[in-house]
């Protein structure tokens, strides 16, 4: 499967950003899907993630409460709302996608990713 992150860009702080993940050469639903972000000279952290039947979501402690992930298997997307946006949410988003073993936070885990899409939250 072949993964695009789009709908970043430039938001003051406590406003909000729509991050989709599209899917290609391949179906979305036989996958787990999970955002990490990455801020310059950071690691890449771990932001959120949905089952592939999108019943089960789990958030960074960072992020709950203002994020939430979805998907729509027939379109073959997966959407990040991210309301009340702070300065410390600016980075570059990944989607990533794993087809087999238990939901994780681990980068490592993720076989197939995204290009990325920079969100850069100003104060």
């Known amino acids: 499967v072949q993964l695009q992150a789009s709908g970043g860009g430039l938001v003051q702080a406590g406003g909000s950003l729509r991050l989709s993940c599209a899917a290609s050469r391949g179906t979305l639903s036989n996958y ?30 960072s992020v709950k409460g203002r994020f939430t992930i979805s998907r729509d298997n027939a379109k073959n997307t997966v959407h990040l709302q991210m309301n009340s946006l702070k300065p410390e949410d600016t980075a570059v988003y990944y989607c990533a996608g794993k087809g087999l073993g238990p939901l994780t936070n681990a980068p490592a885990e993720y076989g197939y990713w995204g290009q990325g899409t920079q969100v850069t939250v100003s104060s």
Do not use: C, H, L, M
């Open 32 to 61: 787990i899907i999970a955002w990490f972000r990455q801020a310059p000279g950071k690691e890449r952290e771990f932001v959120s993630v949905i089952t592939k039947n999108g019943a089960g979501t789990y958030y960074a402690d």
